[in-house]
């Protein structure tokens, strides 16, 4: 079992104790000493690097028959959009096609909502697709290799028109300038998307473009208006020249997990070590500096194949949601009553964002009093920026003991602590 403490922002700084008493019926209760050090700083919201979900309360409204039901409908997004930004993830739709369809007024308006709340740095505004067949506004690099079909003519008007609709909205919103494109997934890049990329940007230039297609070359012609370049994250971390030219090119470079590759390497799913998503979002992030992160999906519920979880810990919950694979893309699973209930690896999600907060809040200290301090402490607290290799040394080669991180995540808290009494 795991309980959840949490500290309030406003907590003055020092040691707390109190007893935990667990009961149950016909057993005896056992009890248990707690201690807490609060320092003397407060964490920020959100994350230090932006991100990129995909957020799809169609999915929980559906599983809970309430799509029918606009007032419910809507009470239950608005709590998934807290209860996922209360995990530092910021609501948004990764994956949809562009339309000038007025209904699609509803996802704008749920991130003005997010941005009314300063928790909004994000956001789609379409997603390039690579699924589809000839006649259809969606687009496959797989079929269309000639850049002057006419197809490619009518899927470019389609963006432009989704866009001539939806920007002057964000505009008064006042989040215009948070949106990108997604583009083409996974799939290739060659000159059809090129050509779609360039006239997209011929008319939209402070729009960026992000893509997790395969790009070989930063310099070839297909990716000349690629601004965010997405790769999985053990490439990212076993290319470390093709992620500094792709930097020299001008571009951002992100990483992401999904079903693949296997475990151990990063992955969210159940098949990992419970300690891999804190790592991954805290100390590997520190390591090895990817611009953001990318994931595809945060409730991928399977409708009637799974049932409400109504008892625990042991449920009928069917953890499989892409063949073969447990809980990928399942971060919170359904409860009684409307209740989202977060996963023990959402939880090591959010702890591994506010391991990196301590590293980003540590590093602007040292910055800050780089010339009011003992050096022997400047030293140190620069020493501990550096993550070692005993916590992570690749995507596959990472500390399994959970004391090991948070002697680290103390030891730089307490530095920190020191740097701020200064």
């Known amino acids: ?37 609060v320092f003397n700083f407060s964490l920020p919201d959100g994350t230090v690097l932006p991100t990129a979900f995909h957020v799809l309360e169609p999915r929980m409204t559906g599983f809970y028959k309430a799509n029918d039901e606009p007032e419910k409908s809507q009470a239950l997004a608005r709590n998934l959009i807290d209860v996922c930004a209360d995990y530092k993830i910021p609501f948004n739709h990764l994956y949809w096609e562009q339309t000038t369809a007025d209904s699609r007024r509803n996802y704008f308006d749920k991130l003005k909502y997010l941005h009314d709340k300063g928790l909004l740095t994000s956001f789609a505004w379409c997603t390039l697709q690579l699924t589809s067949t000839p006649g259809h506004s969606r687009f496959n690099t797989s079929y269309w290799m000639d850049p002057d079909d006419p197809e490619v003519d009518r899927f470019i008007t389609s963006v432009k028109e989704h866009l001539d609709k939806w920007l002057p909205l964000c505009r008064e919103f006042g989040f215009a300038d948070k949106g990108y494109i997604y583009a083409f997934d996974e799939g290739s890049l060659n000159a059809v998307t090129a050509r779609i990329l360039a006239e997209i940007k011929q008319s939209y230039p402070d729009i960026p473009v992000m893509t997790c297609g395969r790009l070989g070359s930063p310099d070839a012609p297909a990716v000349k208006d690629v601004d965010i370049w997405v790769p999985i994250t053990p490439r990212f971390i076993a290319r470390p020249e093709l992620v500094a030219a792709n930097r020299a090119a001008g571009r951002q470079v992100w990483w992401y997990v999904c079903n693949f590759p296997r475990p151990p390497h990063p992955t969210l799913m159940l098949d990992v070590p419970a300690i891999m998503p804190r790592l991954l979002m805290g100390m590997m992030t520190q390591k090895y500096r990817p611009d953001g992160f990318l994931y595809w999906g945060v409730i991928a519920w399977r409708g009637k194949q799974h049932d409400i979880i109504s008892y625990g810990p042991r449920t009928n919950w069917d953890s499989e949601t892409v063949a073969g694979d447990s809980e990928e893309g399942n971060l919170f699973g359904p409860g009684l009553n409307y209740t989202l209930l977060p996963t023990i690896r959402v939880e090591n999600y959010r702890d591994g964002c506010e391991d990196h907060w301590y590293y980003e809040l540590l590093a602007r200290a040292i910055a800050n009093h780089a010339n009011d301090v003992d050096e022997t402490l400047l030293a140190e607290a620069k020493a501990a920026l550096a993550v070692p290799d005993i916590i992570v040394k690749g995507s596959s080669e990472y500390t399994r003991d959970p004391q090991i991180i948070r002697n ?15």
Do not use: C, M
């Open 1 to 37: 079992f795991w309980a959840r403490l949490k500290t309030p922002r406003d907590a003055p700084p020092g040691t707390y104790r109190a007893t935990l008493r667990v009961s149950a019926d016909s057993i005896a209760p056992y009890s248990f000493p707690l201690l807490v050090n």
């Open 408 to 422: 680290q995540r103390h030891k730089v808290a307490s530095l920190l602590e020191k740097l701020r009494q200064k």
